[in-house]
T-cell receptor
Framework: DSGVTQTPKHLITATGQRVTLRCSPR?????VYWYQQSLDQGLQFLIQ???????AKGNILERFSAQQFPDLHSELNLSSLELGDSALYFC??????????????FGPGTRLTVT | GENVEQHPSTLSVQEGDSAVIKCTYS??????FPWYKQELGKGPQLIID?????GEKKDQRIAVTLNKTAKHFSLHITETQPEDSAVYFC??????????FGTGTSLTVIP
């Protein structure tokens, strides 16, 4: 158990809908990262938040957004869902401060199915 | 950006044999190289990592080697056991923020 929690575990929704995925980082970790894992594209970095502020952006679509709250949990919002958004979404956390590289610990993921 | 290539995509070994997975990276500024193990239905689990100032690191049956000149790093698993069966991912980063992952190696250990 990495200490990172994600809810829900599974989500099934229809095209055009909006969903929110939730992540709670390990105790004491200030950074949260979101990844998308699909069969054809592997693990793709979406976005990072550090202590409530956006720190880095990867291949995140404009239909997707995220935020990190004062209690450090994070939410990933996916809107106008398309069939191609079906994937596993992982959250990871680390203790990395503004500089340096620290280990990222992954949560169990949310499996999103868009029908 | 960084490009990480991982080989092989699938690997089958007999229990007790060694397994080696190789990754190459493109960005010479990359300085941190973690390896993750992902079992079915679970999130990636960090199993070992190496930083660019070190050439080799060992943790029991697992070792990672790094060749900065050639820009490649490898995962070595000795005395493989059935519970080592999983998908293994390598990654590289220079900023500490965005990890670039390889495409994964599905390892099967045959009892």
């Amino acid at each position: 158990d990495s200490g990172v929690t994600q809810t829900p575990k599974h989500l099934i929704t229809a095209t055009g809908q909006r969903v929110t995925l939730r992540c709670s980082p390990r105790s004491g970790d200030l950074s949260v990262y979101w990844y998308q894992q699909s069969l054809d594209q592997g693990l793709q970095f979406l976005i990072q938040y550090y202590n409530g502020e956006e720190r880095a952006k990867g291949n995140i679509l404009e239909r997707f957004s995220a935020q990190q709250f004062p209690d450090l949990h994070s939410e990933l919002n996916l809107s106008s869902l398309e069939l191609g958004d079906s994937a596993l979404y992982f959250c990871a956390s680390s203790a990395v401060p503004l500089a340096g590289t620290n280990e990222q610990y992954f949560g169990p993921g949310t499996r999103l199915t868009v029908t | 950006g960084e490009n990480v290539e991982q080989h092989p995509s699938t690997l089958s070994v007999q229990e007790g044999d060694s397994a080696v997975i190789k990754c190459t990276y493109s960005d010479s500024a990359s300085n941190y190289f973690p390896w993750y193990k992902q079992e079915l239905g679970k999130g990636p689990q960090l199993i070992i990592d190496i930083r660019s100032n070190v050439g080799e690191k060992k943790d029991q049956r697992i070792a990672v080697t790094l060749n900065k000149t050639a820009k490649h790093f490898s995962l070595h698993i000795t005395e493989t056991q059935p519970e080592d069966s999983a998908v293994y991912f390598c990654a590289a980063t220079s900023t500490g923020n965005q990890f670039y992952f390889g495409t994964g190696t599905s390892l099967t250990v045959i009892p």
